[in-house]
């Protein structure tokens, strides 16, 4: 299935208003915890990235002392 981003708004409705279910067209997907709906809200964005030939964005931080 080719994730677009009316899918990923509708994912980011569902983790705004708590509720645990998002309809894709005529399916319907139950979704048990946030965690879900945040791996999966990330496997859409990524799609739709790669798709658009945009870069997705990561950074890492660190954070480092001396010891003296």
């Known amino acids: 299935m080719a994730w677009t981003q ?6 980011d409705v569902a983790i705004a208003s708590g509720k645990q279910e998002v309809r ?6 139950k979704y048990f915890t946030l965690d879900e709906l945040l791996k ?4 859409v964005a990524g799609a ?6 945009r870069p997705v964005i990561r950074q890492v931080r660190f954070a480092t002392r001396s010891g003296f």
Do not use: K, M, N
Not at 6 to 11: F, G, V
């Open 40 to 43: 999966i809200r990330s496997e």
């Open 48 to 53: 739709i990235s790669g798709a658009s030939g």
């Open 24 to 29: 894709f067209g005529d399916r319907s997907v």
């Open 6 to 11: 009316d899918d990923l708004d509708r994912i």
